[in-house]
């Protein structure tokens, strides 16, 4: 059963922009958590977000639900559009009834609102940002997010182009969580990742400072170095394993190729086997060599 109570709202400003009138004189609904359905499609979120989870449920069981939740009306009643984890640790907390406002928000601006609400979780991970972050510019500009992205860097390239460029300050400006120029320079480029890596860094939770080290390395030991830190591994471990798969080279020259080159050169046989044309090169390529090496070879060994 639905029953009205009055509270005031703690909201960030990005989120309050959706809300037409003033936080402090809206009406603060109690609804039965079974009221309220999850899961529409403007929810952004891939993965159920677990950490601190509990955390908010002994928050909420001490001082209850700070700010309430923003669900809206549809035919089939009322639906979740941000607020997810506080319903959550609501239900983990044992709690029946949560506040709410509702709001008449139409699939554009329930989209929005869910953007908002998670770009303003704290210990957001990056991709999680650059993903809401896009998708936000998207609706914004009415475009897809590909095209999204395009209208960005090419904003980067060309600055004089200002088509949609008021939308974009202004968007930034709200979330305030830096600039769009920003944005674009530091975060975006992560979408240039191996497509496998962005998939784990999304479903199963991979941090950002191994996937760069995973993007890094050359693609024919990506996949290894996937499984690898999916075991899980830690920063550290899954590093030393993109060295061994991949060892330093010697002065630009690979480990293998010199270790070849030596065997090949003290092959009597082999040098023997040259023909006038090819020892005259090697004779001029063997005096272009550093003093250190000529010094080395010279050494009689002992």
């Given at each position: 059963m639905t029953g009205r109570s009055r509270k005031p709202a703690v909201r960030g400003p990005a989120l309050q922009g959706l809300v037409s009138v003033p936080v402090e004189d809206q009406t603060v609904l109690s609804l039965s958590v079974t009221e309220i359905r999850t899961g529409g499609a403007?929810?952004?979120?891939?993965?159920?977000?677990?950490?601190?989870?509990?955390?908010?449920?002994?928050?909420?069981?001490?001082?209850?639900?700070?700010?309430?939740?923003?669900?809206?009306?549809t035919p089939s009643g009322y639906e979740l559009v941000a607020g997810e984890r506080r319903l959550r640790a609501a239900v983990l907390a044992g709690l029946t009834q949560v506040p709410v406002l509702v709001r008449e928000l139409n699939d554009h601006e329930a989209l929005e609102a869910a953007l908002i609400e998670n770009l303003q979780r704290e210990g957001l991970e990056i991709i999680d940002e650059v993903d809401s972050t896009l998708s936000l510019v998207a609706n914004r500009l009415a475009i897809p997010r590909a095209a999204a992205r395009d209208r960005l860097l090419e904003h980067l390239r060309r600055p004089e182009l200002s088509d949609g460029l008021p939308e974009l300050e202004a968007l930034f400006h709200q979330l305030g969580r830096g600039s769009w120029q920003s944005f674009t320079k530091n975060k975006l480029r992560i979408l240039n990742w191996p497509e496998a890596v962005l998939t784990a860094m999304r479903d199963r939770g991979l941090p950002y400072t191994i996937a760069g080290i995973i993007a890094a390395a050359p693609a024919d030991h990506q996949s290894a170095l996937l499984t690898f830190a999916l075991k899980p591994a830690t920063k550290l471990e899954v590093r030393a394993e993109a060295q061994r798969l991949n060892p330093p080279k010697v002065q630009g020259i690979?480990?293998?190729?010199?270790?070849?080159?030596?065997?090949?050169?003290?092959?009597?046989?082999?040098?023997?086997?040259?023909?006038?044309?090819?020892?005259?090169?090697?004779?001029?390529?063997?005096?272009?060599?550093?003093?250190?090496?000529?010094?080395?070879?010279?050494?009689?060994?002992t």
């Open positions: 403007h929810q952004p979120r891939r993965r159920a977000q677990e950490a601190n989870l509990e955390t908010l449920a002994s928050s909420i069981s001490e001082r209850g639900i700070l700010q309430p939740l923003l669900v809206r009306s690979d480990r293998q190729m010199s270790v070849q080159l030596a065997k090949r050169l003290s092959s009597e046989r082999w040098l023997a086997s040259l023909g006038k044309e090819d020892q005259r090169a090697l004779e001029a390529w063997l005096k272009k060599m550093p003093d250190r090496v000529r010094q080395a070879l010279q050494k009689q060994p």
